[in-house]
């Protein structure tokens, strides 16, 4: 801690994968807490608004003719409309404040997804690729997303073989096989279909037959548009890492004003962000520790959990990206409860993270705590975990194919 007359704080950040995600607890000093309007030429209030307009979100769907025309349309759209909703008698949490694009039509929809979705699951094929996601370590979320049918989701996990080839035929000849044996798939093209991966690759089993898989709806953590993720079919995964027999990484969350680095991130160069960011600040500063090599037996490759790592840390996220979609931004604020660097600005973050206020840096880590119920994982699952949220996205791509 430097200085007695004003409240300091220390940040952590985690920077994030492809993405690159910083997570950070302010810096606070005198000579820092100029307002947004001094930061030069970048201004925050600018960047900092998630990844412009979501691909799906609530309030395109109300608007659609699909969502108009179904039975359970009335309460989510009376309760977006009228900023309020009903009440669910067993639901001890609602969704309240900014870190929603709409608490209320979130909520309704949410109730509405509990009381009417149905999620099938096929039994042909036989394990391990089949039938056997993994249920910890880094891979983890893959095996604990599974389960008339409104969904039918297709058991084959993609951590269980290497081979893009082989995965690739399993895949295809898995959809064909069930295809002619169930009306499901030709009914809607597969479009009430969806498979989980957090394989970095899994959005290339596609890439054989992309006609087959047109309207299929991939969940997955490798949510980067470049490598072929499509924003409007398909579902963004948070990574979790769970240790052995464990549901959810340590709560490592501090006060904000017991935080002694600024920034920091670890990992190798995978990708053309992190080069950069190795570039300008590996090794270089004590209060923005960016660093290459890893701890013994860590991946090296571009999966990881740092995005969830921050929220349990505590950590306010600071999000480096380019074409990537953050999980659950249909209905999540993420500009709320987080800070964007655009690519191009990776030179100055230090001068961006100390530049916000202290005011706006509490506010943000208290949404930070708020909002990390939606990335927990419960067995069962709970309303509003990362269980319902990630089946919630699902069911808002489906209201969404037209």
Not at 310 to 319: Q, S
Request: aromatic share 12%; with cysteine.
């Amino acid at each position: 801690m430097v200085g007695t007359s004003s409240f300091h704080f220390f940040p952590v950040f985690l920077l994030l994968l492809l993405l690159l995600l910083l997570s950070f607890s302010h810096f606070n000093n005198n000579q820092f807490t100029q307002v947004f309007t001094s930061l030069s030429p970048f201004r925050l209030e600018e960047t900092n608004h998630t990844t412009t307009t979501p691909h799906v979100s609530l309030d395109g769907i109300l608007s659609t003719s699909m969502y108009k025309s179904t039975k359970y349309k009335a309460a989510t759209i009376k309760a977006f409309q009228q900023q309020n909703f009903t009440l669910e008698k067993q639901d001890t949490f609602v969704p309240r404040g900014s870190i929603y694009r709409n608490a209320y039509a979130f909520y309704q929809s949410h109730a509405e997804m509990v009381k009417r979705l149905k999620v099938w699951t096929y039994r042909e094929g036989d394990p391990p690729l089949v039938h056997n996601g993994p249920l910890n370590n880094i891979y983890a979320i893959e095996g604990h997303v599974t389960g008339v049918v409104h969904y039918v989701y297709k058991p084959i996990t993609t951590v269980r073989d290497y081979s893009r080839d082989r995965l690739q035929r399993l895949v295809t000849d898995y959809i064909n096989t069930v295809a002619a044996k169930y009306p499901y798939w030709n009914r809607s093209r597969g479009a009430d279909h969806f498979m989980v991966s957090c394989l970095d690759w899994a959005p290339e089993v596609s890439h054989a037959n992309p006609q087959l898989f047109k309207h299929f709806i991939r969940v997955l953590c490798n949510a980067n548009t470049s490598e072929g993720f499509r924003p409007k079919i398909d579902v963004s995964l948070p990574e979790i890492y769970l240790p052995f027999g464990k549901l959810g990484p340590p709560d490592l969350s501090r006060g904000p004003n017991n935080r002694p680095v600024l920034a920091f991130f670890a990992g190798s160069p995978h990708g053309y962000i992190r080069k950069i960011l190795l570039e300008y600040w590996k090794d270089k500063d004590s209060e923005v520790q960016v660093h290459a090599q890893l701890p013994k037996d860590v991946s090296k490759a571009m999966a990881s959990p740092r995005e969830v790592e921050a929220i349990y840390a505590g950590c306010v996220p600071v999000i480096i990206l380019d074409n990537y979609t953050l999980p659950f931004s249909d209905v999540l604020n993420w500009s709320q409860f987080s800070v964007q660097v655009p690519v191009g600005k990776i030179p100055e973050i230090k001068t961006i993270l100390q530049g916000i206020p202290d005011s706006k840096y509490l506010k943000m880590h208290k949404r930070v705590k708020r909002v990390r119920r939606h990335f927990e994982l419960n067995r069962p699952a709970k309303p509003f975990d990362v269980i319902h949220m990630v089946l919630h996205s699902v069911w808002l791509r489906r209201l969404n194919f037209r």
